[in-house]
C-alpha cells in the first residue's frame, strides 16, 4: 500500500471507529472493520470481535483474553471459527460462555493451515504478555480482498507467498526475534502493539522486576528491612521506620507468616509471574477469591495450581484486584481477616508506575536508545515505599508491564526483515499515528546503516 492509500485507510479507519457509532439498519447494523484488522489479501480477522461477520472472513483469531481485544464476544458468536491458544479457550469458554463448537484451540510454536484461507499457514508464539497470549505468523497466498476498507490489495491471486506478523499485546524480547518461524525472514507487515511507543517508557526488565520483588518480600518478612536505595546512598535507615523487627530466619526456614500478609494486586488476567515468585521466595501458599481461581485454573500452569489455596490463613500472599492496592483498601482489606495479620506489604505492579528522569531526552536518536540500555541493574533496592505507606501498611508501586518498553520496541524492530510495520495502539488520532510513523521512519533509516542481525542482548530474555 503507497503512502497515500496507507493515509486515506487511516482516515477511512478513523470514521469506522467514531465513537458516536450506533448501529442501525442505515449502516447494517454493524460497524465497519478498519483495515488493520483484517490481514491484507487473506480472509482472516485478528482482535475484531466488535464487527461482527466480518465480509469474506472466514477466520477470526483471538490474541489474548483481554477485554479490549474480544469486546462484543459472547455466547451469541456465530461469525466463524475462532483461532487462538488452548490457554486463551479455556478461558473465553469459561469466562464468556463462548460455545465450544466455534473454538478452535492451535498449537504453540507449530505451522498450522488454517481451513478455508486458500493455504495460508499460522505460528502461534508465546507474547510474554498475560497467560495464553500469543503472536500470530502468517504465512501464504493473498487470494482475497475481505473485510470492509476500500483499499484493495493488487496482489490477490499472485503466487507469491506473504508473511505477517501479528503481534497483539506483547513483551517484546530476543526470544522473539530468534524464533526459528521467524528467524531470517523477510516479514511484508509487522502488526505492532506500540502501547509504550514514546522515549520515556524505559522500565526495566520485567525479569529484574520479578525477582527484586521477591526479594524484597523475603527480606521484609524476615526482619531485615529496606536495603538504601542507589539513589540514596550514605543514609541511615532504620528498620523500624519500616516495620518492627520479627525474628529471624532459622536454619534457613522462613517464619512462619502469621503477622506480615503480602498483597499483589493483579488484573483479571496477568502479573501471575510476580505472585509466583513472592509465593516461592516465601515458601507458602497463594490465595485469591474462588471467581479468580477459576481463570487461574484455565491457565496451563500446573505449578500454579499447586501453590493455589482455598484458606486464607494458610497462604502468606494473597492475589487481589489491582484497584485494592491503595492504602485505604489494604487496611480495610486485613482488617477483614480479624487481626490474623498486622502488618500487610502490598505490590502494585504496572508499567504506569515509571516516571521517567527529568531532563530526559524526548526525541533522542535510535543509536542512542540502542546505547543507553536502561536498568543495567534493577533489584529490590530500587523498590521504595509510597508516600501513603504506614508502619504497618507498606505499599510499593512496582515498574512492571507486560507491554514492551520503548527501548525494547526499537530493538524488536531492529532485529527483523520487515517491509512495512502498521501500529495497532493509539491510532485514535492523525497526530499520534503521525508520531508513531516518524519512529518506525527512523528504525527504518537505522535498519539501512547497520548491518543485518539480532540487536545484542544481555539474555535470551531481555536486552
Request: net charge positive.
Amino acid at each position: 500500500m503507497s503512502s497515500h492509500k496507507e493515509n486515506e485507510a487511516w482516515k477511512e479507519a478513523a470514521v469506522a471507529e467514531d465513537r458516536s457509532f450506533r448501529s442501525s439498519k442505515r449502516n447494517g447494523g454493524r460497524r465497519k472493520a478498519p483495515f488493520y484488522k483484517v490481514m491484507t489479501g487473506m480472509p482472516i480477522a485478528v482482535d475484531a470481535f466488535r464487527y461482527g461477520a466480518i465480509p469474506g472472513v472466514t477466520a477470526y483469531f483471538l490474541t489474548h483474553a483481554h477485554s479490549d481485544h474480544y469486546t462484543n464476544l459472547s455466547s451469541n458468536w456465530t461469525a466463524g471459527p475462532i483461532y487462538c491458544s488452548e490457554g486463551t479457550a479455556n478461558l473465553i469458554i469459561h469466562m464468556l460462555a463462548v460455545d465450544r463448537k466455534w473454538v478452535q484451540p492451535l498449537p504453540m510454536d507449530i505451522p498450522t493451515t488454517i481451513p478455508g484461507t486458500g493455504g495460508v499457514t499460522v505460528t502461534l508464539i508465546e507474547a510474554n504478555h498475560c497467560p495464553g497470549s500469543a503472536l500470530f505468523f502468517f504465512e501464504g497466498p493473498q487470494t482475497v480482498n475481505a473485510g470492509d476498507s476500500s483499499f484493495q490489495s493488487p496482489y490477490v491471486g499472485l503466487k507469491r507467498t506473504f508473511r505477517y506478523l501479528h503481534c497483539g499485546d506483547f513483551r517484546a524480547s530476543p526470544q522473539h526475534v530468534l524464533h526459528p518461524a521467524v528467524k531470517g525472514k523477510k516479514i511484508d507487515c509487522i502488526y505492532l502493539d506500540t502501547t509504550y511507543l514514546n522515549p520515556k517508557y524505559t522500565f526495566p526488565a520485567q525479569a529484574q522486576v520479578i525477582t527484586a520483588c521477591a526479594e524484597l518480600a523475603k527480606r521484609l518478612v524476615a526482619g531485615q528491612g529496606l536495603a538504601p536505595s542507589p539513589s540514596d546512598r550514605g543514609k541511615v535507615h532504620s528498620v523500624d521506620q519500616y516495620f518492627s523487627v520479627i525474628p529471624k530466619m532459622e536454619d534457613k526456614h522462613l517464619v512462619k507468616l502469621d503477622k506480615i500478609l503480602v498483597l499483589v494486586g493483579t488484573y483479571s488476567i496477568g502479573k501471575e509471574r510476580i505472585v509466583k515468585a513472592v509465593a516461592k521466595a516465601l515458601d507458602t501458599k497463594i490465595y485469591c477469591d474462588s471467581r479468580k481461581a477459576a481463570i487461574l485454573r484455565c491457565q496451563d500452569d500446573p505449578e500454579l495450581h499447586a501453590m493455589l489455596s482455598k484458606d486464607p490463613f494458610s497462604a502468606g500472599v494473597h492475589l487481589v484486584p489491582l484497584n485494592v492496592i491503595t492504602s485505604d483498601r489494604i487496611k480495610d482489606y486485613t482488617e477483614r481477616w480479624n487481626g490474623h495479620w498486622s502488618k500487610a506489604i502490598a505490590f502494585r505492579p504496572t508499567g504506569w508506575t515509571y516516571a521517567p528522569p527529568a531532563g530526559a531526552d524526548s526525541i533522542p536518536s535510535v543509536a542512542s536508545v540502542l546505547s543507553r540500555i536502561p536498568h543495567r541493574e534493577f533489584t529490590h533496592a530500587h523498590l521504595r515505599p509510597q508516600r501513603n505507606s504506614t508502619a504497618t501498611h507498606q505499599l510499593f508501586g512496582v515498574p512492571y508491564s507486560e507491554h514492551s518498553s520503548f527501548f525494547e520496541l526499537t530493538c524488536f524492530a531492529l532485529s527483523l526483515d520487515w517491509a512495512r510495520i502498521v501500529a495497532t495502539v493509539n491510532v485514535g488520532s492523525e497526530a499520534s499515528r503521525g508520531k508513531i510513523q516518524a519512529w518506525v521512519g527512523r528504525w527504518d533509516a537505522e535498519r539501512k546503516k547497520r548491518s543485518a542481525g539480532v540487536i545484542q542482548h544481555r539474555t535470551l530474555e531481555y536486552w
